[in-house]
């Protein structure tokens, strides 16, 4: 699995970004899959969202109500939608995927041990 990243870039406190990952899906052959977005603003990754092929979407409490994750399987292509955002959003993201996710497993941000593969991430700064 490929996952590559973009749309970030460099904002005001208040404005919006959209990221986006796009996948390579050669590897996509299970019943299912869980995509997640993390951020990393130092040393220490952290999750942000993630979504599972039933649409399912869990949230970390820092970004309910500013941002959403959604998903165009006909692009193969994750996104992260960044609303009201703030200096402490600022960071790498990384976009991440678990290929081999189950219907009635969890998928969740809180579990990044679960995904195995990881794009090369995409700079966001707000100032």
């Known amino acids: 699995v490929q996952l590559v990243e973009s749309g970030g870039g460099s904002v005001q406190a208040g404005e919006s970004l959209r990221l986006s990952c796009n996948a390579s899906t050669s590897s996509f052959t299970g019943s299912g899959y869980c995509m997640g977005w993390f951020h990393q603003p130092e040393d220490i990754r952290a999750g942000v969202a993630a979504i599972?092929?039933?649409?399912?979407?869990t949230y970390a409490d820092s970004v309910k109500g500013r941002f959403t994750i959604s998903q165009d399987n006909a692009k193969n292509t994750l996104y992260l939608q960044m609303d009201r955002l703030k200096p402490e959003d600022s960071g790498i993201y990384y976009c991440?995927?678990?290929?081999?996710?189950?219907?009635?497993?969890?998928?969740?941000?809180?579990?990044?041990?679960?995904?195995?593969?990881w794009g090369q991430g995409t700079q966001v700064t707000v100032s």
């Open positions: 991440a995927a678990n290929p081999f996710w189950t219907y009635g497993a969890v998928c969740s941000y809180t579990r990044p041990a679960d995904f195995g593969y």
């Open positions: 599972g092929s039933d649409s399912t979407t």
